[in-house]
């Protein structure tokens, strides 16, 4: 009788198990694939503290794909005039690669970028809804060898305000 109780609380414990592995498997699986389309930038959270403002002005368009993604983008601030827009050296910036994603984390791996340098950045990633994604830099995750770029306490980068969220919207 006691061998009998045992086996059935042993598999009762083993079909959760599994289950909930199923489950878990599912749920990052459906995510991946929500996540996957063309997406245009709504707005940017950049700075810090006191510092922190939302930008809606800036161009920022990514494609994610099952395995690659690419993304172009133009931070050089929506009052800039013509003359700001025809340097070269205004906020522009694309790249293309892999990316991971585990369901929270999603990183992305440079193949082909106009950075100096080839690397990997990470984000948190959200879905609000099946139109809106959220993605969080973890600057302490970025690699880019060869290269010392952190933000500073007041949410400074070498090249401007640091991003700390972007918010895109479903171009589909």
Same mark, same amino acid.
């Given at each position: 009788?006691?061998?009998?109780?045992?086996?059935?609380?042993?598999?009762?414990?083993?079909?959760?198990?599994?289950?909930?592995?199923?489950?878990?498997?599912?749920q990052n699986?459906?995510?991946?694939?929500?996540?996957?389309?063309?997406? %245009?930038?709504? +707005?940017? #959270?950049?700075? &810090?503290?006191?510092?922190?403002?939302?930008?809606?002005? =800036?161009?920022?368009?990514? $494609?994610?794909?099952?395995?690659?993604?690419?993304?172009?983008?133009?931070? %050089?601030?929506g +009052?800039? #005039?013509?003359? &700001?827009?025809?340097?070269?050296?205004?906020?522009?910036a =694309?790249?293309?690669?892999? $990316?991971?994603?585990?369901?929270?984390?999603?990183?992305?791996?440079?193949?082909?970028?106009?950075?100096?340098v080839?690397?990997?950045?990470?984000?948190?990633?959200?879905m609000?809804?099946?139109?809106?994604?959220?993605?969080?830099?973890?600057?302490d995750?970025?690699?880019?060898?060869?290269?010392?770029i952190?933000?500073?306490?007041?949410?400074?980068?070498?090249?401007?305000?640091?991003?700390?969220?972007?918010?895109?919207?479903?171009?589909?």
């Open positions: 009788m006691k061998k009998k109780a045992l086996v059935i609380i042993l598999s009762a414990v083993f079909v959760a198990v599994i289950g909930g592995v199923l489950l878990l498997f599912l699986n459906s995510i991946h694939k929500r996540i996957q389309g063309a997406w %245009t930038l709504q +707005s940017m #959270d950049v700075g &810090m503290g006191e510092n922190r403002r939302t930008r809606d002005d =800036a161009e920022f368009m990514m $494609y994610i794909m099952e395995k690659n993604y690419s993304c172009i983008r133009d931070f %050089t601030p +009052s800039a #005039d013509g003359k &700001m827009l025809a340097r070269a050296d205004r906020d522009f =694309a790249d293309a690669g892999t $990316y991971e994603f585990d369901g929270k984390d999603l990183v992305v791996h440079h193949k082909l970028s106009s950075f100096p080839l690397g990997s950045m990470t984000f948190t990633c959200t609000e809804d099946d139109s809106t994604l959220i993605l969080e830099p973890q600057y995750k970025m690699v880019l060898p060869g290269l010392d952190k933000p500073t306490e007041d949410g400074q980068m070498g090249y401007g305000d640091m991003a700390v969220k972007y918010v895109f919207t479903r171009m589909e």
